[in-house]
């Protein structure tokens, strides 16, 4: 599922293919994706213009357009952006494709009915909108403990919260309460907050080693939890791993690194 070492990646690769090109036509393949706008109205406001530059919020992709608008990405469960050249037909399960007159076209591929297209007039308008939290590379030390120590609920829901902390998925989440050695169903509240602070160094090393490794798993270090399956060892201290459901979601963790 893209998440946020997903997008940014998926951000990086618009910056260096998609940028500065002008748009000469838009196909929509699947209407149902486009939120909040009208197909028309879509196509009538990327045609002519061109992508400025990106940004990313969490889960989130804007595109700047340079007639002042903003095009929205979310990749649901499976997507994800592919450049090439115009007569090489589009992925399957294409759901737009944006035709430049360099004779490229960007294309978001999305085999499930997840994830969205929207038109936005502004960025941290959208973000307000949709009440996300900080994104999770962004928000500081500060501002992580505070949010963590206040409110209910275990830490492994607050960080999968959205509207909290934008950006993780359970991958992630699971990861980096493995490597900062607590356990996911801990009342976040409860932490000690020097764990916290190092819950959140550990939170922006796991993601930026993602990001620099392209999100390729068999890319990640062997020493972290993601390659390895419940009822494997730990990699770290070789007890056996589990998985439970914790709020409502499959969490893996060692039993031993992460003491309930
Ligand atoms: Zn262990």
Redesign the pocket.
């Known amino acids: 599922m893209p998440v946020l070492p997903d997008v940014e990646v998926f951000r990086r690769y618009i910056d260096v293919t998609a940028l500065h090109k002008p748009i000469r036509g838009v196909e929509v393949f699947d209407a149902d994706y486009v939120t909040d706008s009208s197909v028309s109205s879509l196509k009538r406001c990327l045609t002519g213009a061109a992508f400025d530059s990106t940004r990313r919020h969490g889960k989130h992709l804007g595109i700047a357009l340079d007639s002042g608008h903003w095009l929205l990405l979310h990749f649901g469960m499976t997507g994800y952006p592919n450049y090439a050249r115009i007569d090489r037909d589009p992925p399957r399960h294409s759901r737009l494709v944006v035709r430049f007159r360099n004779g490229f076209r960007l294309a978001y591929v999305n085999q499930r009915k997840l994830g969205r297209i929207r038109l936005a007039g502004d960025f941290n308008a959208f973000v307000a909108e949709w009440s996300l939290g900080p994104d999770a590379l962004e928000i500081d030390r500060a501002d992580f403990t505070e949010l963590l120590l206040t409110g209910r609920g275990t830490i492994k829901a607050r960080l999968m919260n959205q509207s909290q902390i934008a950006g993780l998925g359970n991958v992630y989440k699971d990861e980096i309460l493995f490597q900062a050695g607590i356990h996911p169903a801990a009342q976040a509240k409860d932490v000690p907050a020097e764990s916290v602070s190092d819950l959140w160094r550990t939170m922006r090393r796991v993601l930026r080693t993602a990001i620099d490794r392209r999100v390729q798993a068999d890319q990640f270090p062997d020493s972290w939890l993601t390659p390895h399956r419940e009822g494997e060892q730990?990699p770290?201290?070789r007890?056996t791993l589990e998985r439970d459901t914790i709020s409502g979601r499959a969490s893996r963790f060692?039993p031993?690194?992460q003491p309930a």
């Open positions: 730990c770290r201290c007890a060692c031993a690194c």
